[in-house]
């Protein structure tokens, strides 16, 4: 796990010193990324340099060190990630016709060797693993940026003037001397709405993300052009996979998943440091924890937080499966305080505005498990290929209200639901918790109605996902100067239209929140202090067999993630694996009315909102004061906007290249 930028000066007038010092300048905001080693390699007569910062993984040598030549010298790679099946892929090259031999035993060594026998394209669908890489063909002239299928590792680009520029992180291009800042509203907009700024845009003008599974080409010479090429395709897999079903039971689909799940844990658990996993307790992360400790020859090392307040508290849960596997398991209970002090470190650490609360319990895990080891593994992605989350769950009855009740009857239920604020329901299910059904018992009932109720106003499945992953229904009206409505990809096409609503919806959750949030979220978090996160649940392998079974297996009668369960049934008792889904939060509602309000005051001030003029001061001022009220429930809008303002104010202060140093003490 690494940190990688460079640039190439299409007038290729700088001199090599030069070069070097600009890359040098980009890579030293990445250290945080890669924190034992650092390269660079420069081409004056193209103008190119690539710089490298290394957390080493595999191979500790210097045989693994970056900037890497390919055995011939053509190519040149800087490369953040891992590939998985380097090993089988290195078996085969050996005893391939051309004999390859390797220096050393790097998984990078091994890209490099692929590139030589196959060329990129035939590579990229060999290449089983999590990367960002940009690699520099010195025959042709030629740089291509490539990223891994679900975009688990980032990797950001840019025109500026006659210089394209690319980084791991935005603290790389900025650090750039040809670099310009300029807010893009529309992505601006776009961040309002989902939390995040969504692939392939950036916050900034000219800025953009790789999008996953997609590599990219440029030339050196005259041409500013740069073609984005997808190598494989969400929408291909969800197409393909109904028209080549899976045609056994339950147990027997459940049999060939474990069989791909422990290779895919296999497969990530290879590592020259100390290794662990991710465990809060959930169906995700306890199947990853289960299927580690059995293919491990002594206890695997987990790791879990927990808040004080005890609706937020997965640590009980983790620590009952921890005991049942016989873990070695290290939990950690932070104080409210403890959890808002990592508050003030967030804007440098997502290095663009990011407003998923749960950005905080995540840093603190990952700081808390880089104590121990350097690698963890981690349940995210479940929920998007097995059906996880509760608009997969409630999606056929809602899909059938949209069809059935007229606009005006939905239109009045909605109404009714939103006249009752949702702390009010909050208590009123808390008192009917002995009566319910697990599918009903969650941890903010009263936000997961209103979300339901703005659902039941669309006009179709489509607007019903839109309104159900919207924060701010209409964030242009916030922020002046944006233009339309500029959404990610939500309208589904050709067969995709023939899926299921659960279907429809698990299948946008892959291509955009997954990448955009949690990828996102949990990539920045673990790497601000040098941890690795490796994701079982993302091997290509999984989601193909993912899409070929049929919805009843992974939803339900009110249920997500049957098949999954099934898997951890044989590795824990049942009564660890039914239990109601809880995600990981902090209490941000009490918090902001709390010891957060002065702080949040004053950035939602008047005089802070029109500075500049990014939002329009009134409906945020209207919304903070309500809430305070206690007249709404605006807490995630609210923290948007914050975390913008915070971003801004706190942007320029800090030196980028001491994120980890203020991470890692904090």
């Not at 990011?354 to 992605?381: K, M, N």
Request: aromatic share 10%; net charge neutral.
């Amino acid at each position: 796990m690494c940190g990688i930028a460079g640039f190439i000066d299409l007038d290729a007038r700088t001199s090599e010193e030069t070069l070097r010092a600009a890359a040098l300048g980009m890579a030293a905001n990445l250290r945080h990324r890669g924190p034992d080693d650092e390269g660079v390699w420069c081409d004056a007569g193209a103008g190119i340099a690539l710089a490298h910062r290394r957390l080493s993984i595999i191979d500790l040598s210097a045989a693994g060190h970056q900037p890497m030549f390919s055995s011939s010298g053509r190519y040149v790679i800087v490369y953040n990630g891992e590939i998985y099946n380097f090993q089988e892929l290195r078996n085969e090259l050996k005893h391939s016709a051309s004999g390859v031999s390797f220096r050393g035993h790097s998984d990078t060594e091994v890209m490099l060797a692929c590139l030589e026998q196959w060329g990129l394209e035939d590579s990229l669908k060999r290449w089983n693993g999590m990367f960002a890489f940009a690699v520099w063909d010195r025959k042709t002239r030629t740089l291509q940026l490539g990223r891994d299928r679900f975009g688990e590792k980032p990797l950001y680009y840019a025109w500026m003037g006659r210089t394209f520029l690319f980084g791991s992180e935005l603290k790389a291009l900025r650090a750039h001397p040809s670099f310009r800042e300029e807010i893009d509203r529309n992505a601006l907009a776009l961040y309002l709405r989902y939390n995040c700024v969504p692939a392939p845009h950036c916050i900034y003008k000219g800025v953009f993300r790789l999008p996953p599974a997609t590599f990219l080409t440029l030339t050196s010479g005259n041409s500013r052009s740069a073609e984005r090429i997808p190598y494989w395709s969400l929408q291909s897999v969800a197409e393909d996979g109904p028209a080549n079903p899976f045609r056994g039971t339950m147990e027997d689909a459940a049999d060939q998943l474990e069989f791909l799940l422990r290779d895919s844990v296999k497969l990530r658990m290879v590592a020259d440091v100390p290794l662990g996993v991710f465990l809060s307790g959930g169906v995700d992360s306890s199947t990853v924890t289960a299927l580690m400790q059995a293919q491990s020859s002594r206890p695997v090392k987990s790791f879990s937080i927990g808040l004080r307040e005890s609706d937020y508290d997965e640590a009980t849960d983790a620590k009952a499966v921890a005991r049942c596997l016989r873990t070695e398991h290290t939990e950690l209970y932070v104080t409210p305080t403890e959890a808002r002090e990592v508050i003030p470190l967030l804007p440098a650490i997502y290095d663009e505005p990011f407003a998923d609360s749960s950005q905080i319990p995540t840093f603190l895990l990952a700081r808390l498990t880089r104590e121990r080891v350097t690698v963890s593994l981690s349940g995210d992605g479940g929920d998007e290929v097995f059906g996880g989350y509760n608009r997969h769950v409630w999606s056929e009855r809602l899909r059938k209200t949209i069809e059935l009740v007229p606009s005006a009857v939905r239109q009045g239920l909605a109404a009714i639901l939103r006249g009752v604020p949702p702390s009010r329901w909050d208590s009123f299910f808390r008192m009917c918790t002995p009566l319910l059904s697990d599918s009903l018992k969650h941890r903010t009932p009263g936000l997961k109605l209103h979300k339901l109720a703005s659902a039941l106003t669309a006009d179709d499945t489509d607007g019903a996902y839109q309104q159900l992953t919207s924060h701010w229904p209409e964030p242009c009206s916030v922020v002046p100067g944006a233009r339309g409505t500029f959404t990610t990809p939500s309208k589904l096409e050709g067969q995709l239209r023939s899926l299921s609503l659960a279907e429809q919806m698990m299948f946008l959750d892959a291509l955009t929140y997954l990448p955009d949030d949690i990828l996102t979220k949990v990539d920045r978090a673990t790497m601000a202090v040098g941890l690795e996160v490796r994701v079982p649940f993302l091997d290509h392998r999984i989601a193909e067999f993912a899409w070929r079974l049929p919805l009843s297996m992974k939803v339900r009668r009110g249920k997500g993630k049957l098949i999954l369960r099934e898997v951890l049934c044989r590795y824990v008792p049942q009564s660890l694996v039914d239990r109601p889904k809880s995600g990981f939060g902090i209490p941000l509602e009490s918090w902001l009315r709390g010891p957060l309000r002065e702080w949040a005051e004053e950035l939602l001030g008047e005089h802070a909102l029109r500075e500049e003029a990014f939002f329009d001061p009134r409906p945020i001022r209207q919304m903070w004061t309500g809430f305070l009220c206690g007249n709404g429930a605006w807490h995630t809008q609210l923290w948007a906007v914050l975390m913008f303002q915070a971003w801004r104010q706190e942007y320029g202060r800090k030196p980028a290249e001491n994120v980890a140093d203020v991470a890692m003490a904090g």
